[in-house]
């Protein structure tokens, strides 16, 4: 395309008025694993895909859902250590905000530095952009949110999203599922559903991850055994 | 925005510019402000089961009780807790800053923090500002290596004890402790042992006085016993409350208004720009 004599530099404009590098992390982002996140009336649920590269890898020492704070959790599509560093600096970013307004931070705020950080990476010389978009569960005053962020820094709330390898079935299903009066217990079931259907071979509690927070304002991570009775509740 | 929240001088470490000031104007006579300083009872031994930490609640400003019921033991994190002497706003900081560390590594490391950790932390800050943050501490915690007990120094020494006391009423209570301390005591045993030493620091040190707090920190579990003991209730208080003789002003309503009131009758159209 025209534009790749401009995709060398992140911080040059193409003609067409794309930053090629943020493209180009998006596609990074787009064959990650699927993960996906449901805001219902109580909470919400974020889920994803947990597939290690080979049977040997010890499972139980890869967590890809992180809490950011004990109401506010996360998960991503790309690459996982560009993830690790963004969990982080949030999680530091969090804990300024507590030590100086002694208030939780709320789930905006943190949405908002979080994107802002991204985005000075899409502005600087030599950096790239994060190859990860982050779904951001959380549950404060406000209620139960759920944002996407993107490695442009861009950032939206969604009632339902999903990201990563299988996004527009993905999207398609829960288009179809999603209604505004869901419970959590529903839409985690919803969220099972809709990871079942782009899943490549048997889908059990050790190669899908699921973090819930429910009108308590605590995030948690479920177990494989909580998984399992989800998935035999869904059979 | 982040930046704001914690100014770091540029090199690091203190800043001694305004220290310079400081000298040039007590050199034209002002008096600096004095701080507002815990004349203190703190205590903190080792039982059985964990830690018990023991403060009294008076914080002094010279001669003068300026706060009759401050809180002086403070959270570190939910096993460890930490009783402060000295300047109170020198406490309240450093403890505040060290939880918030505390609290930031837990979710790195998704563990419980060690005592040893924060110790390592508030002597290195202390340390580096060369005793100037006047906070003498009783840092007392149970984690997964069992109870400990530290106490810490304005210059950054610590001491690693089963009983320890600090503050201008240690003596006092350091001599209950010594006393009557022995290894293996019970929780009651212990509470009461720790309130008899503050209570021997509030009685006998004029910096320190009005109740007993209490803390008791045991494996997976603490409990924060605010106002413990109260062995100086305000007694003689006159039930008819005062009274003013019949002529005294304070009794009368009289209502001044300060400016006429106009009212205001809206004439004609907007002024045009």
């Given at each position: 395309?025209?534009?790749?004599?401009?995709?060398?530099s992140?911080?040059?404009?193409?003609?067409?008025?794309?930053?090629v590098?943020?493209?180009?992390?998006?596609?990074?982002?787009?064959?990650?694993?699927?993960?996906?996140?449901i805001?219902a009336s109580?909470?919400?649920v974020?889920?994803t895909?947990?597939?290690?590269p080979?049977?040997?890898?010890?499972e139980?020492s890869?967590?890809?859902i992180?809490?950011?704070?004990?109401?506010?959790?996360?998960?991503?599509?790309?690459?996982?250590?560009?993830f690790?560093?963004?969990?982080?600096?949030?999680?530091?970013?969090?804990?300024?905000?507590?030590r100086?307004?002694?208030?939780?931070?709320?789930?905006?705020?943190?949405?908002?530095?979080?994107?802002?950080?991204m985005?000075?990476?899409?502005?600087?010389?030599?950096?790239?952009?994060?190859?990860?978009?982050?779904?951001?569960?959380?549950?404060?005053?406000?209620?139960?949110?759920?944002?996407?962020?993107?490695?442009?820094g861009?950032?939206?709330?969604?009632?339902?999203?999903?990201?990563?390898?299988?996004?527009?079935?993905?999207?398609?299903?829960?288009?179809?599922?999603?209604?505004?009066?869901?419970?959590?217990?529903?839409?985690i079931h919803?969220?099972?559903?809709?990871?079942?259907?782009?899943?490549?071979?048997?889908i059990?509690?050790?190669?899908?991850?699921?973090?819930?927070?429910?009108?308590?304002?605590i995030?948690?991570?479920?177990?494989p055994?909580?998984?399992?009775?989800?998935?035999?509740?869904?059979? | 925005?982040?930046?704001?929240?914690?100014?770091?001088?540029?090199k690091?470490?203190?800043?001694?510019d305004?220290?310079?000031?400081?000298d040039?104007?007590?050199?034209?006579?002002?008096?600096?402000?004095?701080?507002?300083?815990?004349?203190?009872?703190?205590?903190?031994?080792?039982?059985?089961?964990?830690?018990?930490?023991?403060?009294?609640?008076?914080?002094t400003?010279?001669?003068?009780?300026?706060?009759?019921?401050?809180?002086?033991?403070?959270?570190?994190?939910p096993?460890?807790?930490?009783?402060?002497?000295?300047?109170?706003?020198?406490t309240?900081?450093v403890?505040?800053?060290?939880?918030?560390?505390l609290?930031?590594?837990?979710?790195?490391?998704?563990?419980?923090?060690?005592?040893?950790?924060?110790?390592?932390?508030?002597?290195?800050?202390?340390?580096?500002?060369?005793?100037?943050?006047?906070?003498?501490?009783?840092?007392?915690?149970?984690?997964?290596?069992?109870?400990?007990l530290h106490?810490?120094y304005?210059?950054?020494?610590?001491d690693?004890?089963?009983?320890?006391?600090?503050?201008?009423g240690?003596?006092?209570?350091?001599?209950?402790?010594?006393?009557k301390?022995?290894?293996?005591?019970?929780?009651?045993?212990?509470?009461?042992?720790?309130?008899?030493a503050?209570?021997s620091?509030?009685?006998?040190?004029?910096?320190?006085?009005?109740?007993?707090?209490?803390?008791?920190?045991?494996?997976?579990?603490?409990?924060?016993?605010?106002?413990?003991?109260?062995?100086n209730?305000?007694?003689?208080?006159?039930?008819?409350?005062?009274?003013?003789?019949?002529?005294?002003?304070?009794?009368?309503t009289?209502?001044?208004?300060?400016?006429?009131?106009?009212?205001?009758?809206?004439?004609?159209?907007?002024?045009?720009?």
């Open positions: 395309m025209g534009d790749s004599q401009y995709s060398f992140l911080t040059t404009f193409s003609p067409s008025g794309k930053l590098q943020i493209e180009h992390a998006l596609t990074a982002v787009g064959s990650g694993q699927t993960s996906l996140g805001k109580n909470g919400v974020i889920a895909e947990k597939k290690l080979s049977i040997l890898v010890d139980a890869v967590q890809k992180q809490h950011l704070t004990p109401n506010i959790g996360t998960v991503y599509s790309g690459m996982g250590p560009d690790r560093v963004l969990v982080r600096k949030s999680r530091k970013q969090a804990e300024q905000y507590l100086l307004y002694k208030e939780p931070i709320p789930v905006t705020q943190l949405v908002r530095e979080t994107a802002t950080v985005q000075e990476f899409t502005q600087s010389g030599g950096v790239r952009p994060f190859g990860v978009s982050l779904l951001v569960a959380g549950y404060d005053d406000k209620g139960p949110q759920l944002y996407q962020v993107d490695p442009s861009s950032y939206f709330s969604w009632k339902a999203s999903a990201m990563g390898k299988n996004v527009s079935n993905a999207k398609t299903f829960l288009e179809k599922r999603y209604t505004e009066d869901m419970e959590l217990d529903d839409a919803t969220a099972i559903l809709t990871l079942k259907e782009g899943f490549e071979g048997e059990s509690s050790k190669n899908i991850e699921i973090g819930k927070i429910g009108a308590d304002k995030f948690r991570v479920l177990t055994a909580e998984i399992d009775d989800y998935l035999a509740e869904v059979e | 925005m982040s930046q704001s929240a914690v100014d770091v001088p540029p690091g470490g203190f800043s001694f305004l220290c310079k000031r400081n040039m104007l007590t050199q034209k006579g002002l008096k600096a402000p004095s701080f507002l300083k815990t004349g203190t009872t703190i205590v903190g031994l080792i039982f059985k089961d964990g830690v018990i930490l023991g403060a009294d609640t008076r914080a400003e010279g001669p003068i009780v300026a706060d009759k019921n401050c809180e002086k033991i403070h959270y570190m994190a096993n460890i807790y930490c009783c402060g002497a000295g300047t109170a706003a020198d309240e900081a403890t505040d800053m060290v939880s918030s560390q609290r930031l590594h837990r979710y790195q490391t998704s563990r419980d923090s060690r005592i040893i950790t924060a110790l390592t932390l508030l002597k290195k800050h202390l340390f580096s500002y060369q005793g100037h943050v006047s906070a003498a501490l009783v840092l007392g915690g149970v984690d997964i290596t069992g109870p400990h106490t810490i304005p210059h950054g020494s610590t690693t004890l089963p009983f320890a006391t600090m503050g201008s240690s003596l006092a209570a350091m001599s209950v402790f010594e006393a301390y022995k290894e293996g005591l019970t929780r009651d045993e212990g509470i009461k042992l720790v309130a008899e503050i209570c620091g509030i009685f006998n040190d004029l910096g320190s006085g009005s109740n007993v707090d209490i803390c008791v920190i045991t494996k997976g579990n603490n409990e924060y016993l605010r106002n413990y003991m109260e062995p209730p305000r007694t003689y208080v006159s039930s008819k409350g005062y009274s003013f003789t019949k002529k005294t002003e304070v009794l009368l009289k209502i001044t208004p300060l400016l006429e009131r106009v009212e205001i009758t809206e004439v004609g159209e907007a002024m045009e720009e």
